[in-house]
């Protein structure tokens, strides 16, 4: 057992304890919320859970072996990078239309499409043909948009609108999905790593352990979700214009959309790239997942104990860039291009962990700041239109500033992905004096219509 394998097995083990005792601390702070306890709301909560954790299951075990895969099929890197590129247009491309196509032809029959196409996605992955694998990941890109959209839309809808449920009630249901995505997460690293170690279709194990998961979720959509529907009157044309306005014209919307682009294409320049940065050492891919899953938990109740402390979003999302700009710096220190020693990859290794424990504690601050900056009315829009730089970002980098054979080229990456975070935490103190201007001006608005006389 190499050196990296004994940190990645024993820090799985440490940060999980780690994790638990922020998780407790975390529902402790939380156990004032809605309970949400009615029985039929448990019912139906527990209806949608079952589908829904099955996806996401399935979509988490392809994670950890996705590189692998295509390495073990012989492919050089600057070919899995366009593998890469073309899952990440196809997820643009449909995230554009996923909505506006839900609300029309149903949102039960988005999910159900889901579980086809990413069942199918699964089954090309036994192909050995770059075209075959190609259009495996422009299908795969497709089905990850339709998860991210159909399935909360569908919810929302039936919680709301068929059962009148309370909307206090939707946290509570969040709340328990995030949890319960996170430790589906660490479960499939784990299991992909074992069903890959010890049955004998190697790195393609997991892609086909997900089918059977995707096919008894469709069934359970199939067969107990009803069919919703939202807007059937919406011009795409329209709404794509108006939410292009939102965007330049509102400072605070475009610094919002400038930060997500920047961090969003570092991470997803992170995920192609640390399974051939760690590669040398052959770490179980699974547990390493895993304990990257692990951290992002940790990040996530880091927000929620921060937040009951009165610390404010957008000072999270401010540490959370910083914090990830200090796991860059690491990165660029330990893969130095002429040669790569084992506390190299250990110390790359941290700074992975230290990345996804920002993580963890940045999409809930975006989350929050979205909801509060971006205008409800056109938020589905202006998201899709975020995405756009985003992948132009990843993908640019991952197509030509990679050097075959050569660890020079990761590198030159990972220094432009710290230039990226640097001007992204710029953005966010611009976007901390807006807000603070806008609440100051709102205090003083305030006061002065107080003094006027009734």
């Known amino acids: ?17 780690c994790c638990a005792v922020l998780q407790y601390l975390a ?71 996923s909505g506006v196509l839900a609300d029309r032809f149903g949102r039960k029959k988005l999910c159900i499409l889901f579980t086809v196409l990413y ?14 694998l190609i259009l495996g990941r422009i299908l795969g890109g497709v089905s990850t948009s339709l998860l991210c959209s159909g399935f909360e839309a569908w919810y929302v809808y039936e919680h709301t609108q068929r059962h009148d449920f309370p909307t206090e009630w939707l946290s509570v249901t969040f709340a328990k999905a995030t949890f319960w995505n996170g430790v589906l997460a660490v479960s499939a690293g784990i299991l992909a790593n074992i069903v890959t170690d010890f049955i004998g279709f190697g790195p393609v194990s997991p892609f086909l352990l997900a089918v059977p998961c995707l096919v008894i979720s469709g069934m359970l959509i199939f067969l107990q979700w009803p069919e919703n529907y939202g807007s059937q009157t919406v011009n795409f044309k329209r709404s794509c214009m108006e939410g292009l306005k939102r965007i330049v ?30 590669s040398p050492e052959n770490p179980p891919l699974g547990f390493v997942f895993s304990s990257f899953m692990v951290c992002i938990m940790i990040g996530s109740s880091t927000y929620q104990l921060l937040r009951a402390n009165k610390i404010s979003a957008q000072n999270i999302l401010a540490g959370a860039i910083f914090l990830a700009l200090i796991a860059m710096l690491l990165t660029i220190g330990a893969i130095h291009p002429i040669s790569i020693e084992l506390p190299s990859l250990t110390l790359a290794y941290c700074a992975f962990l230290v990345l996804e424990t920002a993580v963890g504690m940045y999409f809930p601050a975006m989350g929050f700041l979205r909801s509060r900056i971006v205008p409800e009315s056109h938020r589905a829009t202006i998201m899709n239109l975020f995405r756009v730089p985003l992948t132009m970002f990843s993908c640019t980098g991952l197509i030509f500033l990679h050097e075959e054979s050569s660890k020079h080229g990761n590198r030159i990456i990972f220094m432009i992905c710290a230039v990226a975070l640097a001007v992204a935490l710029l953005a966010v103190a611009r976007l901390l004096t807006l807000i603070t201007a806008a609440n100051a001006e709102s205090r003083s608005e305030n006061a002065n219509t107080n003094r006027q006389p009734i």
């Open 249 to 278: 014209f509102d400072q605070k919307i475009l610094l919002i959309g400038a930060i997500q682009a920047l961090f969003e294409s570092v991470m997803y320049v992170f995920i192609f790239l640390w399974t051939p940065i760690l």
């Open 119 to 132: 069942s199918i996605t699964c089954l090309i992955k036994i192909s050995r043909s770059y075209f075959m």
């Open 27 to 97: 529902i402790r702070i939380n156990s004032e919320q809605p309970s949400g306890n009615n029985p039929a709301f448990l019912k139906f909560q527990q209806g949608y859970f079952y589908a829904y954790f099955l996806a996401l299951f399935a979509d988490w075990l392809q994670g950890p072996y996705l590189y692998k895969l295509y390495s073990y099929y012989g492919f050089d890197e600057p070919q899995i990078a366009i593998l890469y590129v073309c899952g990440a247009a196809g997820s643009v491309i449909a995230g554009t239309a």
């Open 1 to 17: 057992m190499g050196t990296l394998s004994v940190w990645v097995y024993s820090s799985l083990g440490i940060l999980s304890v």
